[in-house]
């Protein structure tokens, strides 16, 4: 199969843009993006990400990340990369992050040859910012200790994608070329590359079929924070709300359970139990982290800029007439409508500080989105994101979202190094991608399993207010959690 580009086209194209992808789009309509996951990364580097629009619509978009061009990663202020052929420059993580995504260009998609729609991802880096990296935007004085070792950020650099495109029925692979001192040698390397990869689509996958899952079991747990600590938490937390320090604030719970050490396993299970708009799986030798959330973090799409955010939730009703009644209930709410109001303003606040003067609007107010067992309270917020910002500009000024902090932010994020006994760690970090075209996507990193040995760990919080009830905060922990272990229970069944 011929590749999209002839060499001379490269070589041509490889004088112009330091990364030039070269692709070949083929037949989906006998894959999935899991048996294309398992076909193509296996156990090695690499990443799947997937949508359910809705609660109820797969997206049009599924990608498949295998052999990543190289991976950075950060601990304890230090940047490393698994190539030591990549100048790693001088800065905290953020400030490295920003560089390497500002260093790499590549042709628009049109120059690329390849006749078909393009996808909103096809080069850039996927990964994600701990919670922690907040420490390299404000300066909060009390971190607390890192009990597991996990790097404060990991982004692979995309080599090999594929753009599962369910819309076509087609399958683009693509090789991102980093151009190096022979584009000759490097394009002949990324035909091989395409070919072994077309190769491997034909082998069947060794995953195995399994039966319809039951999610009625919960692994045994441990947790960093008992239950009469966490009401403690909480009535201190009210306390400082009436003294006027905070407005609300989001501690936490994180929950470990043994793993068998099956990441796929555990995120098919996940898809099923919660599908999201944001599914996301991305696979390393350093940790690895399954998700399903249902949070924008920051979007930036040919210069737009959005958040969404999400407070207020009920349960799915059993019938129609059950979900409007809840509906009307939780739209009607007058602490649910406050909080959430809240999070507009900081999420506007937050935009202002990246967009054009006037630009900010609120697309979308307090409309309820459905999901698999819960509804959501979601508004909408865009701005156009003034010239010369660029993507972790915008990270910088959202994060980390007002959803899992609080408000006001910073003396929030002080109150959660005191409640808090070990660091957060990805939860309520960002995961995403950030491509060379200057396009991002990136959710919060809530309903994730956090893998690493024979340990996975799951994290959730509550939003408290001024009338927030003690033991229905700490139910909530544990309600919000709840998916994603029996995830991992349920994973069992599907081990490769």
Same mark, same amino acid.
């Given at each position: 199969?011929e ?11 490889a004088?112009r843009?330091a990364?030039?992808?070269l ?6 309509d ?5 048996s294309v996951f398992?076909q193509?990364?296996?156990t090695?580097?690499?990443f ?16 498949i ?8 990663s950060?601990?304890n202020?230090i ?10 420059p ?12 500002g ?26 910012l ?6 390299y935007?404000e ?5 607390p ?19 599962f495109?369910r819309l ?6 693509i090789?991102?070329?980093?151009v ?22 034909t082998?069947?996958?060794?995953i ?7 999610f ?7 947790q960093?924070?008992?239950r009469?600590?966490f ?6 937390a ?22 068998n ?8 299970a996940?898809?099923i ?13 350093? &940790?690895?982290i399954a !998700?399903?959330?249902?949070e $924008? ?5 040919? /210069?737009? #800029?959005?958040?969404r *955010? ?6 799915r ?6 979900d ?7 739209l009607?709410?007058p602490?649910?409508r ?19 003067f006037g630009s ?6 307090m ?9 959501h ?5 865009s701005?156009?994101? &003034?010239?010369g910002? !660029?993507?972790v500009?915008v $990270?910088r000024a959202?994060?980390?979202? /007002?959803? #899992?902090?609080?408000? *006001?932010?910073v ?8 409640f ?12 995403g ?12 990193a ?28 700490y139910?909530?922990?544990?309600n ?9 229970a349920?994973?069992?069944? $599907?081990e490769?």
């Amino acid at each position: 199969m011929e590749p999209s580009l002839t060499l001379d086209r490269f070589c041509d194209l490889a004088t112009r843009f330091a990364v030039v992808p070269l692709a070949v789009a083929v037949l989906g309509d006998i894959h999935t993006p899991v048996s294309v996951f398992d076909q193509l990364v296996g156990t090695d580097e690499g990443f799947l990400l997937e949508s359910v629009e809705g609660g109820e619509r797969w997206g049009r978009w599924s990608f498949i990340g295998w052999d990543p061009a190289f991976t950075v990663s950060a601990r304890n202020g230090i940047t490393t990369c698994s190539d030591p052929g990549v100048d790693i420059p001088e800065g905290d993580p953020l400030e490295v992050l920003e560089s390497l995504i500002g260093r790499y260009t590549v042709p628009p998609w049109d120059e690329i040859g390849v006749h078909v729609p393009r996808p909103p991802l096809h080069s850039g880096a996927v990964g994600y910012l701990s919670y922690d990296t907040v420490r390299y935007i404000e300066t909060l004085p009390n971190r607390p200790p890192d009990d597991r070792g996990l790097p404060e950020m990991l982004w692979q650099f995309v080599g090999g994608l594929a753009a599962f495109d369910r819309l076509t029925n087609s399958i683009t692979l693509i090789r991102n070329v980093f151009v190096g001192d022979d584009p000759e040698a490097d394009y002949l390397e990324a035909v091989r590359h395409l070919d072994v990869a077309i190769e491997r689509l034909t082998v069947s996958p060794s995953i195995a079929v399994g039966s319809v899952l039951e999610f009625d079991e919960l692994p045994e747990t441990t947790q960093t924070i008992e239950r009469d600590v966490f009401m403690a938490v909480v009535d201190r937390a009210i306390t400082e709300i009436r003294d006027g320090e905070v407005f609300q604030v989001v501690p936490s719970i994180r929950f470990a359970a043994e793993f068998n050490g099956d990441t796929l396993a555990v995120y098919r299970a996940l898809r099923i139990v919660n599908p999201s708009p944001y599914m996301f799986l991305l696979q390393s030798g350093e &940790v690895s982290i399954a !998700g399903s959330s249902p949070e $924008l973090m920051s979007r930036v799409r040919d /210069g737009v #800029v959005y958040s969404r *955010p999400i407070a207020g939730t009920r349960p799915r009703g059993a019938t129609d007439e059950e979900d409007r009644s809840l509906e009307a209930e939780l739209l009607a709410d007058p602490k649910e409508r406050a909080e959430h109001v809240m999070l507009i303003d900081l999420a506007r606040n937050d935009l202002g500080k990246v967009s054009t003067f006037g630009s900010v609007v609120v697309d979308d107010l307090m409309v309820i989105e459905r999901y698999s067992h819960v509804m959501h309270i979601v508004s909408g917020v865009s701005g156009e994101l &003034v010239d010369g910002i !660029g993507l972790v500009d915008v $990270l910088r000024a959202t994060f980390p979202h /007002g959803t #899992v902090s609080g408000a *006001p932010k910073v003396r929030a994020m002080e109150l959660i190094d005191e409640f808090e006994p070990v660091a957060r760690g990805p939860y309520a970090g960002a995961v995403g991608y950030l491509d060379f075209s200057g396009n991002m996507d990136t959710a919060i990193a809530l309903r994730t399993c956090v893998m690493k040995g024979s340990t996975a760990w799951v994290q959730a919080g509550a939003g408290i207010v001024v009338d927030s009830d003690a033991a229905r905060e700490y139910d909530e922990c544990v309600n919000k959690a709840r998916a994603v272990l029996a995830a991992i229970a349920a994973s069992r069944e $599907l081990e490769r």
